[in-house]
């Protein structure tokens, strides 16, 4: 049954984005505005959606400032309402200790917090005139610690979480919940470009790696839209600011060493 629910979804035309996008439509919203900066991307993705509900596309660079205060408004124009936050969208440029340039950090930082904290605060302003909302942050397991090339990504991602927690805190009472998720190793579009092309791992590599995995296969968008399904459910309405880790290796512990292993 149709809800009439409204999302917002950064990063949309692909990936957790796009996944997420396919889950409410087929689970009752009343639309989806897609946020990314490719608007050919968009316009495909707009497509495969429109035999599941409405869509509506808006492309724009979230480095720009006046962006968040552009997409809620278009949001409410379109839709009247506005009820889910999607902050799907990020940069995972690779860069660490030695080679941030100050460049690179306000990139990455840019669009891994400093986006996500104007669009909650844009969200947040139309949400509190219905006392209810639901935002979701995806963040990265890396939010733990990270590789040496990735340690500039791995702050940003560490403070989105924090930023999350925060505003839960004040949103509380304004029927208003917060998360954010720290993703694990997913395969989606993009991950099978940069490890392809960035990297020069073969085409079959997901499939090699994820035979490793516990679950004998890696994480993919869909999976991840299950769980943002579960969060914006009534299901979950008594919790706020859970930072959830979306991984198959439990973060602090370890396998035995391979010294210890039996034989």
């Avoid at 993705?45 to 596309?57: D, M, N, Q």
């Avoid at 943002?228 to 600011?241: E, F, I, K, R, W």
């Avoid at 290796?249 to 035995?256: E, I, L, R, T």
Wanted: negative net charge.
């Amino acid at each position: 049954m149709a809800d009439g629910r409204i999302a917002l979804i950064t990063g949309g035309a692909q990936g957790m984005g796009f996944a997420a996008a396919k889950r409410f439509l087929s689970e009752g919203f009343g639309g989806v505005m897609l946020l990314d900066r490719n608007g050919a991307r968009l316009k495909e993705a707009a497509a495969k959606l429109a035999a599941v509900g409405r869509v509506e596309t808006l492309d724009g660079d979230l480095l720009d400032l006046e962006l968040a205060a552009r997409a809620v408004a278009a949001t409410v124009s379109a839709f009247g309402r506005l009820d889910v936050l999607v902050n799907a969208a990020g940069s995972t440029e690779r860069c660490g200790i030695e080679d941030t340039t100050p460049e690179a950090y306000e990139r990455i930082f840019g669009v891994n917090v400093r986006a996500p904290l104007f669009m909650m605060q844009e969200a947040v302003k139309v949400m509190r005139e219905r006392k209810a909302g639901t935002i979701i942050n995806v963040s990265s397991m890396l939010a733990h610690g990270g590789p040496p090339n990735l340690s500039t990504y791995s702050a940003s991602k560490a403070a989105l979480c924090t930023l999350t927690k925060s505003v839960a805190n004040a949103v509380k009472r304004d029927g208003i919940r917060a998360f954010a998720i720290n993703l694990g190793w997913v395969h989606s579009e993009g991950e099978q470009a940069l490890q392809t092309g960035f990297h020069g791992l073969p085409e079959n590599w997901a499939e090699e790696i994820g035979r490793r995995m516990p679950a004998g296969r890696m994480i993919v968008p869909d999976d991840v839209a299950g769980l943002m399904s579960y969060l914006v459910s009534p299901s979950a309405q008594m919790m706020t600011g859970a930072i959830i880790d979306y991984e198959q290796m439990p973060v602090g512990v370890f396998d035995a060493h391979p010294a210890l292993a039996p034989e």
